[in-house]
């Protein structure tokens, strides 16, 4: 007790048992920030290990590809002394010779063509039949040979190819993600129209999502505000109808939406009973159904930041607003509505950001013009094997994401978010 | 309850001691495979005509799993030398093989002559022959399509049609329904003014179309009348027909055969039993069983003369549905799929 409240001398740090405050302070500061950093630890680790690790390792392998470099390496080294201009020598057809006969023992000329074939469209049969043909070529001169066997490696697009596959890293796939690519000769043009597709693609992935967002909010508001007001029976009751497409699957909300939707679904039997159209009108395959069933499914994650913070706004504001003289709807949007804005702000932030990377739903109610930018990444993680594509088309989408939220972070501040 | 503490304790002990020592019984029970296939009546029939039969007579251990094509799921798994699959059912799998992705079928070890068998792969046995054909609801036309040009005739079958969201089959169909001769196909479309052929052809309905992925949904897409007609797998269109009642009809004209094959992923961990399972479903009764639960060709042709003859007429090989139908260049694909497949997904974003 009586060392507890030694007076306090002009000394700001008294020795209280040997130790001075400011010291105890520390030492108390860093335990507690020892003990922080060990609860925190687990939940560090498992974002290292299962998240950050794989995000690094996907951006790693929209730039990293060495297959050329590794597979055809006598090819890719001769060629480092061509410089684009006409065919290269003789040396370096030897050398693609040797590689290619070295890749058909080894049963690896199918990744040389497939990578190829990212770039050149039509390469692959040619380079596998070459390599076939190859193993009969004992002895050069191999340029004229390997020209007669395919003209593809008398035309200056194929050299160029693989002389950019000397570095372990390239641009390709980010480029071509925004529909862009290599010509001949090394520099940037933009991707031919019938395969520029990229550009499109994303702005249409954004546009949905700002669609959605957009639709999700216009429905979420009121409905927050009537819970906000209800008393908690009934606003327990009608909360758990808002929930239940919360916690239902995805794949199964998106099925039932098939069944709704379709062309002599429920929607259009009724409508078609009530005599108002004569015919389906075609509400799946299209951007209608995707925006439907995605607003659908987004709606609770808009709605809960915006009712769980206009539930903490006290009614007196309001009141107060109305006893000074302001008329109804000048009460709320000078009052109530910037005070639900944190709220609006995250549920609109995270329903943006969940559309972006959408897949069940477009891929099963749209059609092929409402495919986003996921739809892709599955098509070239599981048909086209092409995992540099999707892993460019996942970074770009994520540097996307990023921008955005840093953008929204500048406008609105991240401390005013309020997920409740 | 135990009143004494040191009996209570015992009893724990003893709990916790024999489930750890039953935790680490090594299975010796039985042999494990796991198999994978396409899922749907085909499996279902699979399962009664295989799985389920190989599985009682070994005592082996069969899991089942689905796909839907994702050969990247193979390449993965072997890449990173965690093949947890057997056996595969898949389609002509030529790249998978030449990148060494696949194991080399030893015939002497599967106990079946190779000659039997003309559609065999280096790393691929055939298991069964589909058709892909067309088939449209009998209720909604008097007077179905009767050639491949009428699925490209809006005019005379207007509606929508329901076609394979991949380039195959599609690109020949086009060019057929655009004048060329069946046997001419092939050649024609290994050129560009070919290529560029078959799009323009395809883009005359593609507005009309609703894109399949797997080969479940014709049927369901027909029964829910979101399509006047679509292409298919007989055998699907048949059991949709026999199980559920419904009115389909099947056009054979232009009908595309393709295999399915048995594949074994390189370094699968239960290779021995995957030949032995190989093995059993070659069996000619066995195939001959399959057939008559869905009606794909068998792939040993010995099997052919045990099916049954009420389903011989529904079978792809039967004459009078072969009349005009024609085999799938699988050569032609293993070469060119890489780029017509990237050139039909860019159009189909367009």
Avoid at chain 2, 2 to 20: E, N, Q
Avoid at chain 2, 45 to 73: C, H, I, M, V, Y
Avoid at chain 2, 228 to 256: C, E, H, L
């Amino acid at each position: 007790m009586q060392t507890a409240l030694a007076p306090t001398s002009a000394k700001p740090s008294s020795k209280a048992g040997g130790v001075p405050l400011r010291m105890q302070l520390k030492q108390a500061e860093r335990r507690r920030k020892l003990n922080s950093f060990a609860l925190a630890l687990p939940l560090l680790l498992f974002m290292m290990i299962a998240f950050i690790l794989p995000l690094g390792k996907m951006m790693l392998k929209a730039v990293h590809d060495d297959t050329l470099n590794a597979l055809m390496p006598r090819t890719t080294e001769a060629l480092s002394t061509w410089e684009a201009e006409g065919l290269p020598e003789e040396h370096v057809y030897a050398a693609l010779a040797a590689d290619l006969k070295q890749l058909s023992e080894h049963k690896s000329v199918g990744k040389v063509s497939l990578r190829i074939n990212y770039e050149l469209p039509g390469a692959a049969s040619r380079i596998s039949s070459t390599a076939r043909k190859v193993a009969s070529l004992s002895s050069g001169p191999y340029k004229g040979a390997l020209i007669e066997i395919n003209p593809i490696w008398g035309g200056r697009d194929i050299w160029g190819v693989l002389k950019r596959g000397n570095a372990d890293y390239t641009g390709f796939f980010l480029l071509r993600s925004v529909d862009l690519e290599y010509s001949a000769d090394g520099s940037i043009v933009a991707t031919p129209t019938e395969k520029a597709i990229f550009r499109e693609v994303l702005l249409r992935t954004v546009g949905i999502s700002l669609g959605v967002t957009a639709a999700t909010l216009v429905l979420a508001f009121p409905l927050a505000y009537f819970l906000a007001t209800l008393r908690d029976r009934s606003r327990n009751l009608l909360l758990i109808i808002i929930l239940v497409p919360f916690w239902t699957s995805v794949l199964a909300l998106t099925s039932a939406w098939v069944v709704v939707l379709q062309d002599y679904g429920v929607i259009n039997q009724v409508l078609m009973t009530l005599r108002i159209i004569s015919e389906p009108t075609p509400l799946i395959f299209n951007r209608i159904g995707t925006v439907l069933a995605m607003t659908h499914i987004q709606l609770p994650f808009t709605l809960l930041p915006i009712f769980s913070v206009m539930k903490s706004i006290s009614p007196s504001y309001v009141r107060a607003a109305r006893s000074l003289g302001a008329g109804p709807f000048y009460a709320f949007w000078k009052i109530y509505f910037p005070l639900t804005l944190p709220g609006v702000a995250a549920g609109c932030l995270l329903t943006f950001i969940l559309c972006l990377g959408y897949y069940i739903t477009p891929a099963l109610v749209g059609g092929p013009r409402d495919q986003m930018v996921s739809n892709f990444v599955a098509l070239f993680t599981n048909q086209q094997l092409n995992w540099g594509m999707a892993s460019a088309l996942g970074a770009i989408l994520l540097v996307m994401t990023l921008i955005i939220y840093l953008v929204f972070n500048k406008l609105l501040g991240v401390n005013k978010i309020n997920m409740g | 309850m135990i009143k004494s503490p040191v009996l209570a304790r015992a009893v724990c002990v003893i709990g916790l001691a024999s489930s750890a020592v039953i935790a680490t019984l090594p299975a010796y029970a039985a042999d494990k495979l796991t198999v994978v296939s396409w899922g749907g009546a085909f499996q279902e029939a699979q399962r009664k005509a295989f799985f389920e039969p190989f599985a009682k007579e070994t005592g082996t251990d069969l899991t089942e799993g689905e796909w839907n094509g994702e050969t990247a799921k193979i390449r993965a798994m072997v890449e990173t030398k965690t093949v947890s699959w057997d056996v595969v059912v898949g389609g002509a799998v030529i790249q998978l093989c030449a990148a060494g992705i696949l194991e080399t079928i030893n015939w002497d070890k599967l106990g079946y002559d190779p000659e039997k068998f003309p559609a065999r792969e280096e790393c691929a046995v055939p298991a069964s022959g589909a058709a892909a054909i067309i088939a449209y609801d009998k209720e909604k036309f008097q007077d179905g399509p009767t050639t491949i040009t009428d699925v490209f005739d809006l005019e005379k079958f207007p509606g929508k049609r329901g076609l394979n969201k991949r380039a195959y089959d599609n690109l020949e169909w086009a060019l057929i329904a655009d004048g060329v001769a069946p046997s001419d196909v092939y050649d024609v479309l290994s050129t560009e003014e070919g290529v560029d052929r078959a799009f323009a052809k395809l883009d005359t309905i593609k507005r009309d179309v609703v894109w399949w992925e797997s080969g479940a949904q014709p049927a369901q897409l027909l029964a829910d009348g979101q399509v006047v007609m679509s292409s298919a797998w007989n055998g699907r269109i048949y059991d949709a027909v026999k199980t559920s009642g419904k009115p389909f009809q099947i056009m054979w004209d232009a009908a595309i055969m393709s295999y399915d094959y048995y594949v074994i992923p390189a370094g699968a961990p239960n290779i021995d039993i995957a030949y032995k399972f190989i093995s059993f479903a070659l069996a000619p009764e066995r195939q001959a069983h399959m057939a008559d639960l869905i009606p794909y060709a068998p792939s040993n042709p010995d099997a052919t003369a045990l099916v049954d003859e009420k389903i011989l007429p529904y079978l792809p090989t039967a004459p009078e549905n072969s009349a005009n139908s024609f085999d799938r260049d699988e050569e032609f694909w293993a070469d060119h799929s890489d780029d017509l497949e990237q050139r039909f997904s860019a159009w189909l974003a367009q």
